[in-house]
């Protein structure tokens, strides 16, 4: 099964009342597509949106239920007759050393980065895989491949985000389900903002370095180089031409920071080269 061409196909987006989500709603809504919309706010989705809502369906869904989740598919499914694509998007900033994470911190951020995503993937690919065809979307990030002091809770979510999908496409394609893992640099939206980008309750002064980090984050907000009408128009292209790798690099910060990533990463593997044997049993 292929991208839709003969009907609106049906998007099920989470994380859509800001950002690249919302973007992503708007123009789904612009082509005509069908669009089941998860939010934490339904009414500060559609004041955002400037589109037509007649093929909208916003659900106020906490992905970290896995009951809710299966009931929003289960609504989804029976407005919209069926199921085309599932973009995993939703999500949220953490800025802190490791030591000033809390043990709350760490369970909220991976209850919905992973939980979340996991709930999603149970209650869609049931459908995704008898009707042999779809796209699953995981939305990672540049920091679920490479990492920065302060970002540490941020990463760990990413990295999970990015083991899991890899992990996925290879089981669902010989259901003819394809996947890409998309993964933004600095986009242009409230992400550094103190609404999507959450800090700790304590800290410590014994990492000014990280203060000065989230001071600088902050005063960057609105001069981000993505842009996310033209990150969320790559997005469906890619999806809707079914074509390209798993990975889908977003924003040339992005690339550069995987591009020093996998050079520090090949450095290492060639240093290790001659000793990586061993640990071997004897031959």
Not at 256 to 279: E, F, G, I, R
Request: net charge negative; hydrophobic share 40%.
């Amino acid at each position: 099964m292929t991208f839709p061409t003969d009907r609106p196909a049906t998007w099920f987006v989470t994380g859509t009342s800001r950002g690249l989500g919302l973007e992503l709603v708007e123009q789904l809504l612009e082509r005509g597509d069908n669009v089941v919309a998860t939010t934490r706010s339904t009414d500060r989705l559609l004041q955002a949106l400037d589109a037509d809502t007649t093929r909208l369906l916003a659900l106020a869904v906490d992905l970290r239920d896995e009951a809710a989740v299966a009931e929003a598919v289960r609504k989804a499914t029976e407005r919209f007759g069926g199921l085309d694509v599932v973009v995993n998007n939703a999500g949220y900033g953490y800025l802190a050393a490791v030591e000033e994470t809390t043990d709350r911190d760490v369970r909220e951020m991976l209850d919905l980065q992973v939980v979340g995503v996991w709930n999603v993937l149970r209650a869609t690919l049931p459908i995704l895989r008898e009707q042999r065809g779809g796209h699953v979307v995981n939305v990672s990030s540049v920091l679920g491949l490479t990492s920065v002091p302060g970002w540490g809770l941020y990463c760990a979510g990413k990295y999970a985000l990015e083991g899991l999908t890899e992990a996925l496409a290879g089981e669902v394609a010989q259901f003819g389900v394809k996947v890409t893992i998309v993964e933004p640099g600095y986009f242009r939206t409230d992400f550094l903002t103190t609404d999507s980008l959450a800090l700790p309750g304590d800290t410590t002064a014994a990492y000014p370095e990280i203060r000065e980090m989230v001071e600088n984050h902050l005063k960057l907000q609105g001069n981000q180089p993505g842009d996310p009408v033209r990150g969320a128009q790559l997005m469906i292209e890619r999806v809707v031409s079914g074509e390209g790798p798993l990975r889908q690099i977003l924003g040339s910060d992005s690339h550069a920071y995987a591009t020093a990533k996998v050079q520090a990463l090949q450095a290492n593997l060639d240093a290790a080269a001659q000793t990586a044997s061993a640990s071997d049993f004897p031959a």
